[in-house]
């Protein structure tokens, strides 16, 4: 049954409905995928025991008629990033600090995954503590890109979502879930050819989420199409009381009200984003390239093209730089080998040398430069020319997009500045920065934003475009996705 | 600005991660890196601009002051790497 998998969720789900095949059918063929494709390292935790069990469960509730149309994902599997709480399911944030961390109680988003009826295939690999935009720094292992460089070279997927990208670049599940913090979504579905969405921030409770910068992170979604996306992303939104910054709007139904009419829409173009990794004028061709296709796509589809000036873009990632950290490392302190999580078995002589000792051994390295670049920009004497300074570039930031978006309904940018790269590639800390240097502005001001695949560039990787919109606007992106989809025709299969 | 290798030694105290001649040489090079690029914000004119915590309403909601759960201690110590008698363990802290 290996043809299976190559349903989207929305076919999926209708083949279930109309029991052309079981639940049970459609998990074994995605663990059949999972289990062929073990070189990614996609899973820190495969849960495919757990995952029968749940679609024996969806199986009962078609085979007694409560299936259909019930729960939006009854019976499909998806991937969840290790950095979500699982209910008797080890929770490591890829660290070796929770490397035996069983919570004793469910996110919320992934409550309302389960609670749509939805099969866990397994716990997804991420960047440590979600840190990185290539996925290796996690503590198990990198992640590989299923899209293959020249001659066969391993690629990183992006990050820090790295294996929820991959899971369902490589159709090991239908979906995925993902956090984003400064990019962490929209990166690696760009760079593995999936469509990736954040929505607005408030919008999925933080709960049960293990935190990295509380006023950034966001919970998201994966998918092979912006239908299957739109879906998705449905069924994890809402308010929680438990999560004291989740706002109390209703959730639209995306999914319903999906149209690629993008008639008489107005889409901005910021001219700030032509620089590239060097934070020069030097975006590479081939990025340019799919820019303008992808102006001419929504041209095409009766939108008009704005330009838009966004003047504090090249000031973003430095203040994210600056305000992440600081939240980490206030986060992070919690990890002290007392309440849960690893302790030093190393002999100590004092309360302070457990905790020293504990967190060496269990963070990694980029976790502990970020923590540190955290503690001193919060230290008494620098806490107002790098942290305050920071929070008011963010202001000027948010400002930006408030004002653009007076003019337009929606900005349309490239996600990345270059296509995946090779796993190992010598880069230093800022180069691989700078990876998210058209995602983080949004984050910034908390708005939603989606990468949608448009085409290969020369070598057979894939490239994607980012949709960004106003506030608890999601249904504007996704509309503007689909029309971008419609137009690319791209087909996502990595050889 | 440049940090030295005791400003590195007093972070690394500060954030509670023991670390070795080895490490802070790297992180002199690194940190240092990074905050020369970080350094740029120093040219944005943010006279007058208020910072920018979060993205959300500045006043957090409130509830009742009514216990909506307990009675879970088993759960709450399930991840502790030393419990004993109901209680987390530690080493000595008074003297």
Same mark, same amino acid.
């Given at each position: 049954?290996?043809?299976?998998?190559?349903?989207?969720?929305?076919?999926?789900?209708?083949? %279930?409905? /109309?029991?052309?095949?079981?639940?049970?059918?459609?998990?074994?063929?995605?663990?059949?995928?999972?289990?062929?494709?073990?070189? %990614?390292?996609?899973?820190?935790?495969?849960?495919?025991?757990?995952?029968?069990?749940?679609?024996?469960?969806?199986?009962?509730?078609?085979?007694?008629?409560?299936?259909?149309?019930?729960?939006?994902?009854?019976?499909?599997?998806?991937?969840?990033?290790? %950095?979500?709480?699982?209910?008797?399911?080890?929770?490591?944030?890829?660290?070796?600090?929770?490397? /035996?961390?069983?919570?004793?109680?469910?996110?919320?988003?992934?409550?309302?995954?389960?609670?749509?009826?939805?099969?866990?295939?397994?716990?997804?690999?991420?960047?440590?503590?979600?840190?990185?935009?290539?996925?290796?720094?996690?503590?198990?292992?990198?992640?590989?890109?299923?899209?293959?460089?020249?001659?066969?070279?391993?690629?990183?997927?992006?990050?820090?979502?790295?294996?929820?990208?991959?899971?369902?670049?490589?159709?090991?599940?239908?979906?995925?879930?993902?956090?984003?913090?400064?990019?962490? !979504?929209?990166?690696?579905?760009?760079?593995?050819?999936?469509?990736?969405?954040?929505?607005?921030?408030?919008?999925?409770?933080?709960?049960?989420?293990?935190?990295?910068?509380?006023?950034?992170?966001?919970?998201?979604?994966?998918?092979? /199409?912006?239908?299957?996306?739109?879906?998705?992303?449905?069924?994890?939104?809402?308010?929680?009381?438990?999560?004291?910054?989740?706002?109390?709007?209703?959730?639209?139904?995306?999914?319903?009200?999906?149209?690629?009419?993008?008639?008489?829409?107005?889409?901005?173009?910021?001219?700030?984003?032509?620089?590239?990794?060097?934070?020069?004028?030097?975006?590479?061709?081939?990025?340019?390239?799919?820019?303008?296709?992808?102006?001419?796509?929504?041209?095409?589809?009766?939108?008009?093209?704005?330009? !838009?000036?966004?003047?504090?873009?090249?000031?973003?990632?430095?203040?994210?730089? !600056?305000?992440?950290?600081?939240?980490?490392?206030?986060?992070?302190?919690?990890?002290?080998?007392?309440?849960?999580?690893?302790?030093?078995?190393?002999?100590?002589?004092?309360?302070?040398?457990?905790?020293?000792?504990?967190?060496?051994?269990?963070?990694?390295?980029?976790?502990?430069?970020?923590?540190?670049?955290?503690?001193?920009?919060?230290?008494?004497?620098?806490?107002?020319?790098?942290?305050?300074?920071?929070?008011?570039?963010?202001?000027?930031?948010?400002?930006?997009?408030?004002?653009?978006?007076?003019?337009?309904?929606?900005?349309?940018?490239?996600?990345?500045?270059?296509?995946?790269?090779?796993?190992?590639?010598?880069?230093? /800390?800022?180069?691989?920065?700078?990876?998210?240097?058209?995602?983080?502005?949004?984050?910034?001001?908390?708005?939603?934003? !989606?990468?949608?695949?448009?085409?290969?560039?020369?070598?057979?990787?894939? %490239?994607?475009?980012?949709?960004?919109?106003?506030?608890?606007?999601?249904?504007?992106?996704?509309?503007?996705?689909?029309?971008?989809?419609?137009?690319?025709?791209?087909?996502?299969?990595?050889? | 600005?440049?940090?030295?290798?005791?400003?590195?030694?007093?972070?690394?105290?500060?954030?509670?991660?023991?670390?070795?001649?080895?490490?802070?040489?790297?992180?002199?090079? *690194?940190?240092?890196?990074?905050?020369?690029?970080? *350094?740029?914000?120093?040219?944005?004119?943010? *006279?007058?601009?208020?910072?920018?915590?979060?993205?959300?309403?500045?006043?957090?909601?409130?509830?009742?002051?009514?216990?909506?759960?307990?009675?879970?201690?088993?759960?709450?110590?399930?991840?502790?790497?030393?419990?004993?008698?109901?209680?987390?363990?530690?080493?000595?802290?008074?003297?």
């Amino acid at each position: 049954m290996s043809s299976l998998i190559e349903l989207s969720l929305k076919e999926a789900k209708s083949g %279930l409905e /109309n029991k052309d095949f079981t639940a049970l059918e459609l998990t074994d063929s995605y663990i059949k995928n999972c289990e062929d494709s073990k070189s %990614l390292n996609i899973f820190i935790t495969e849960t495919f025991d757990l995952a029968r069990e749940q679609a024996k469960e969806s199986d009962k509730k078609y085979q007694s008629g409560q299936g259909n149309n019930a729960r939006a994902l009854e019976g499909i599997p998806v991937g969840v990033k290790d %950095l979500f709480c699982t209910k008797g399911v080890l929770t490591t944030a890829a660290s070796n600090i929770l490397n /035996n961390f069983v919570p004793e109680y469910e996110s919320t988003v992934t409550s309302k995954l389960f609670a749509n009826g939805a099969v866990m295939i397994g716990k997804t690999n991420l960047d440590e503590f979600a840190m990185g935009s290539a996925n290796i720094t996690s503590h198990y292992g990198n992640v590989i890109n299923p899209w293959k460089g020249e001659e066969g070279a391993d690629l990183v997927p992006g990050g820090s979502s790295g294996g929820s990208a991959a899971v369902v670049a490589a159709k090991c599940s239908l979906g995925s879930l993902g956090t984003d913090t400064g990019g962490s !979504i929209r990166q690696p579905a760009a760079f593995t050819g999936t469509v990736g969405i954040k929505p607005t921030y408030g919008r999925c409770s933080r709960w049960g989420t293990v935190a990295f910068a509380s006023s950034l992170d966001q919970a998201g979604v994966f998918a092979r /199409n912006v239908t299957d996306a739109s879906l998705l992303l449905q069924s994890i939104s809402g308010y929680d009381e438990k999560d004291s910054t989740s706002v109390n709007k209703e959730v639209p139904d995306w999914c319903a009200n999906l149209s690629s009419d993008i008639k008489g829409m107005k889409i901005g173009i910021p001219k700030e984003y032509r620089q590239g990794k060097d934070g020069g004028d030097d975006l590479p061709e081939e990025i340019i390239k799919v820019w303008e296709q992808g102006i001419e796509w929504l041209k095409d589809a009766g939108a008009e093209i704005v330009d !838009i000036s966004l003047p504090n873009t090249k000031y973003a990632l430095p203040a994210y730089y !600056i305000i992440a950290p600081a939240e980490a490392s206030s986060n992070l302190s919690r990890y002290d080998g007392v309440r849960f999580g690893h302790r030093t078995k190393e002999d100590i002589s004092s309360l302070d040398d457990m905790y020293e000792k504990t967190r060496a051994e269990g963070f990694g390295t980029e976790v502990k430069r970020r923590i540190m670049i955290g503690t001193y920009v919060l230290s008494h004497g620098y806490y107002d020319a790098y942290y305050i300074k920071a929070q008011k570039v963010r202001t000027l930031v948010a400002n930006d997009f408030r004002n653009a978006f007076k003019d337009v309904d929606a900005i349309l940018t490239p996600t990345t500045p270059s296509a995946a790269f090779k796993v190992g590639a010598k880069m230093s /800390n800022v180069e691989m920065y700078m990876n998210d240097v058209f995602t983080v502005p949004a984050s910034l001001a908390g708005l939603p934003g !989606i990468s949608v695949p448009t085409s290969l560039n020369k070598d057979g990787l894939p %490239l994607g475009l980012q949709i960004l919109g106003k506030p608890w606007d999601e249904q504007t992106i996704l509309n503007v996705g689909s029309a971008i989809e419609k137009a690319a025709c791209f087909e996502l299969s990595p050889k | 600005m440049t940090l030295s290798k005791n400003d590195i030694t007093k972070i690394s105290k500060l954030a509670r991660i023991a670390t070795n001649e080895e490490e802070i040489s790297k992180n002199i090079e *690194e940190l240092n890196g990074i905050f020369n690029w970080i *350094e740029q914000l120093q040219e944005v004119d943010t *006279e007058n601009i208020k910072p920018m915590a979060g993205v959300g309403e500045s006043t957090l909601r409130t509830r009742d002051d009514v216990i909506n759960d307990g009675n879970i201690k088993d759960k709450v110590l399930s991840n502790g790497p030393d419990v004993a008698y109901g209680c987390y363990s530690v080493p000595k802290v008074v003297e």
